[in-house]
């Protein structure tokens, strides 16, 4: 809503001019509905892979076949249908997030569905969570916290006809160009070749398609946005229907090559990089198509980057030392004095060696 501000300025003549000046006020509503919506997903999405782990770990143990060899047991546990149900409310949240905050906020705070994941499998499945593990589960939220601290508040597409216009950017043309020509190179060529020796072959395929995904949910969001406020019918608009078909071509791919990638390589590799180019691609899609980072001043946009890094960081630390055991007691022990950590180890070393001499004698 505009509203209009009366100013009056004294001229040298004496006379009064009155000039009307429109502003647009900052309205907090949308911001926090899709803060809302984005942390929400996570939690649901998070919690989705243990009730479904649970529920799949209670059929093996009844002797049915378990899934990865073919088995669909896991249809007639009703937990596994609680964790499907929590997974789609989930992705229905973060889809709807789009429509109210700026993707380079949504995208990010899905992170917060590895710390989710993380704590709760932790609790219910007993995998132990190490120090480290508990230090990236705290950096997570720290870096999340940077980020919506920091990240733009204000939307710069409002309807349909604006981003009509904003599509045909020739920067955000190019972009769709490049992200055609590298995904083509890639599924014909650099993939067959290197795609199996290089783990970050088929990820560039998929986060690069994967930006727009986005763009095309957040375009969606916005339609149907429009559509139920009553603004536009943007059932009539054959925009409308090319982002649904560019949604269904785009995930169809993105899940396609993200499957080959974490057949051919570690789960704990390939969900950090995956989360890397995946975020930094949509951060870069968003600023090039929606502006979001136009009205940020040089703070905002240095504890954005700052709130990534540390998301990245946070990411690495839960998935790929999640298999070394390290706990607190390791830590103390650095903190001894120097002698005391000497005696501790050569009193370790005799016990080994005591250990191996009994062992090799009784052989």
Request: charged share 15%; glycine share 8%.
């Amino acid at each position: 809503m505009l509203i209009p501000i009366h100013k009056s300025d004294m001229i040298n003549s004496g006379s009064t001019t009155e000039t009307t000046i429109l502003v647009q006020p900052y309205d907090e509503t949308d911001f926090h509905v899709g803060l809302f919506l984005a942390i929400s997903s996570s939690i649901f999405i998070g919690s989705s892979f243990i009730i479904k782990k649970k529920a799949l770990i209670q059929i093996n143990r009844a002797g049915s076949l378990r899934a990865g060899s073919g088995g669909f047991g896991y249809l007639k546990e009703w937990m596994w249908w609680m964790g499907f149900l929590s997974m789609g409310i989930g992705e229905a949240a973060n889809f709807a997030a789009y429509a109210f905050a700026p993707a380079s906020l949504v995208t990010p705070l899905g992170a917060l569905s590895v710390l989710v994941s993380a704590v709760l499998s932790s609790k219910f499945l007993d995998e132990r969570l190490n120090l480290i593990g508990k230090l990236g589960c705290f950096l997570c939220i720290l870096g999340s916290t940077i980020i919506i601290i920091h990240s733009p508040k204000e939307e710069e597409v409002e309807s349909l006809a604006d981003l009509s216009q904003k599509l045909q950017d020739s920067l955000f043309v190019l972009y769709v160009f490049i992200v055609i020509v590298v995904s083509i190179l890639i599924a014909f060529y650099y993939g067959p070749k290197y795609g199996s020796q290089n783990v970050v072959v088929y990820i560039v395929l998929c986060s690069a398609i994967g930006s727009l995904t986005v763009m095309s949910c957040k375009g969606l969001g916005l339609a149907i946005k429009e559509t139920i406020s009553g603004k536009t019918n943007a059932l009539a608009n054959w925009l409308t229907y090319a982002f649904i078909i560019s949604i269904a071509v785009c995930i169809f791919i993105q899940m396609d090559y993200l499957n080959k990638a974490l057949d051919l390589f570690n789960t704990s590799i390939v969900t950090p990089i995956y989360y890397v180019l995946f975020t930094t691609l949509v951060i870069i899609a968003s600023a090039i198509l929606f502006k979001e980072w136009r009205h940020l001043n040089a703070n905002d946009v240095v504890g954005n980057i700052c709130g990534f890094l540390v998301i990245i960081t946070a990411i690495v630390l839960l998935h790929g030392f999640k298999d070394f055991d390290i706990s607190f007691n390791d830590v103390r022990g650095i903190l001894r004095p120097k002698h005391e950590s000497l005696i501790r180890a050569t009193h370790l070393e005799r016990i080994d060696y005591g250990s191996s001499h009994i062992f090799t004698r009784s052989i």
